[in-house]
């Protein structure tokens, strides 16, 4: 095996780093621990590059452990090694929008994963709607780029929640008021996602009358078997993110999973304790099966052709379409542009011509941008014009 890969992060002798590197070695893996604030980027004219400690970084595959106070300068160097082709467990982009609680939901949401009701506050004015909209007293109050519990506040009166928000806006922070799950009090379930399974899960409890379960505030972990309905939200909510390895916190709601936070850095001691399963190993297998293929973003691969890329065209937005085939929206262009449909959260890849349209597909298609969007709008007015001609026959008739 002539796989070199490295660990990105700044504590070696953290446990997760440890484990990792130790399960690397025990398959015959070159592994090194690299400190992300040591790298050193390099832009010039159409060429990029990277060096580590002064030297050329000549890894194949990355496993980054970001912390969040370097998150932004993390990013960075992952980005810069994903154009360079080195493979990452975890995109920048990913680990980006996993961190703002607010960007997470909104993608999360998006996918329809079930979330609970948030609200984004900017003003002290907005408190009381914000209550109002995520079903009253109690709530809880949260700062965007939080972590490890801190940052996360239980509140029962609407003065105890201005007071604290409006503290929270002084000192820079964004504010989230969420849905209070009552059900959930002190408990919570994380799941550990490696690819596209639930590797391991535990319950995490409170102590005492805390009501936030995080390990670092002290809390309790056990071993639990989840439902299938978990194990698939979770998932969901990893692939939604850009993650293949993540750590996906959930609610256990009276109406099912609430998908909470995305931790793109999961810790491994607590999870490997309470479930007995080897996380780490999990990983490097992951890591070994996957770093034969990377994946592309085909949006940005089609924009290195000037004049090309990806559109898409949400059913919604021209209702007048629904029920057409798809081959009925371009039969003006000789061929059919449309390379997927998304449907129901899956995408059906090159779909057949006479799949009828739905009112919550997305049609995705690729190619010169210029006559993509000029027959896109043909094909609308081709439908609104025929639409209007059949009431015009209908009206006649009467
Ligand atoms: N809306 C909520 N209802 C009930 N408990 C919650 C809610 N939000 C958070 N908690 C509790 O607080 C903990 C920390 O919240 P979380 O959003 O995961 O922030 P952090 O990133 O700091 O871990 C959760 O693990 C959970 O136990
Ligand atoms: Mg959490």
């Known amino acids: 095996m002539d796989l070199k890969l490295a660990v990105l992060s700044r504590g070696p002798r953290l446990y997760s780093t440890r484990r990792l590197v130790q399960e690397a070695k025990l398959r015959g ?23 580590y400690a002064g030297e050329p970084f000549t890894h194949d595959a990355v496993i980054p452990r970001i912390g969040h106070s370097i998150t932004k300068h993390g990013v960075a160097v992952l980005r810069h090694m994903e154009q ?11 680990i980006l929008q996993s961190r703002d609680k607010l960007h997470a939901s909104q993608i999360l949401a998006r996918n329809k994963i079930p979330v609970p009701k948030t609200t984004y506050v900017r003003d002290s004015i907005d408190v009381e ?3 109002d909209f995520v079903g009253g007293l109690p709530v809880v109050i949260k700062v965007t780029q939080g972590t490890q519990g801190q940052g996360v506040f239980l509140r029962h009166t609407v003065h105890e929640s201005r007071s604290l928000i409006q503290g929270l806006l002084l000192t820079g922070k964004s504010v989230l008021v969420q849905e209070y799950i009552a059900e959930s009090h002190g408990k919570d379930i994380r799941a550990l996602v490696v690819g596209d399974r ?9 102590r005492g009358r805390e009501f936030r379960s995080n390990y670092h505030l002290n809390g309790t972990v056990e071993k639990v078997d989840i439902s299938e309905e978990f194990e698939e939200q979770a998932v969901r909510a990893a692939r939604v993110l ?7 916190d959930l609610l256990e709601g009276n109406n099912g999973p609430l998908v909470l936070e995305v931790n793109s850095s999961p810790g491994l001691e607590g999870i490997e304790k309470a479930s007995g399963v080897n996380v780490a190993g999990e990983i490097i297998d992951y890591v070994m099966s996957e770093t034969a293929f990377s994946e592309v973003d085909l949006d940005q691969l089609l924009r290195t052709v000037p004049g090309s890329g990806v559109l898409s065209l949400q059913l919604r937005n021209h209702p007048m379409m629904v029920g057409n085939k798809i081959s009925d929206l371009f039969k003006t262009s000789h061929e059919i542009p449309v390379f997927a449909l998304s449907r129901e959260n899956k995408l059906l890849w090159n779909p057949e011509p ?7 597909d997305v049609i995705i298609c ?13 094909a609308i007015l081709g439908v609104a014009e025929q639409s209007l001609s059949a009431m015009k026959k209908d009206q006649e008739q009467a």
């Open 84 to 94: 360079l082709g080195i493979w990452t467990a975890n995109t920048g982009q990913g």
């Open 354 to 360: 006479d799949v009828q349209l739905r009112y919550d």
């Open 29 to 51: 893996i070159d592994v090194e621990v690299t400190d992300p604030m040591k790298f050193s980027l390099f832009v010039d004219d159409g060429a990029i590059d990277i060096h």
């Open 242 to 248: 850009g993650l293949n390895v993540a750590g996906v």
């Open 366 to 378: 690729y190619g010169e941008l210029n006559q993509l969007r000029a027959s896109l709008k043909s």
């Open 129 to 131: 709607p914000a209550i």
């Open 198 to 206: 639930v590797v391991a899960a535990m319950r995490r409890k409170a």
